[in-house]
């Protein structure tokens, strides 16, 4: 199976007091205001790193749902949070150099050894972690049953 998914940026300006719209394919964002501002700062808008922070927590959290069809287990509760961070290098550009996962979950009938191995197993077989290149942290707490 083969999947292809669209998303469009317009932008108009220069880098700093330009303004841009980012739209996906499935229409969750449609022309939605990125630019300098959202980007190095606070103001209001999206900015392609926290983009790329939900991904990542989205693609891990669901293939954690898919390995534990395998192991027959349900989670009643998955909640990641991603931390990513961007930091200037030496030439002048940005570079992603850490994403940090946090993940809480309620699993009954799994013992830690168990969940720390599916843990493990999902955080490197999900899509998006096999994309990137940045050091990939993760926490990952077991809640009691």
């Known amino acids: 199976m083969k999947i292809v998914r669209h ?3 317009a932008w108009a300006g220069g880098s700093k007091t330009g303004e841009g719209a980012i739209t996906t394919q499935s229409g969750a964002l449609e022309r939605h205001p990125y630019g300098y501002g959202s980007r190095f700062a606070e ?5 392609p790193e926290e983009l790329i922070a939900a991904a990542h927590a989205g693609c891990f959290t669901m293939f954690l749902a898919f390995i534990l069809d395998g192991e027959k287990l349900t ?7 991603a931390a990513l961070t961007l930091e200037a290098s030496p030439e002048g550009s940005f570079d992603i150099t850490l994403i940090h996962l946090t993940l809480t979950a309620k699993i009954p009938g799994v013992t830690q050894d168990k969940f720390d191995q599916l843990v493990a197993q999902a955080k490197a077989g999900c899509a998006v972690s096999k994309l990137l290149k940045a050091e990939i942290r993760l926490d990952a707490t077991l809640l009691p049953s």
């Open 7 to 9: 998303a469009s940026v």
């Open 43 to 47: 103001q209001k808008g999206t900015n």
């Open 75 to 81: 989670a009643e509760h998955l909640d990641t949070k």
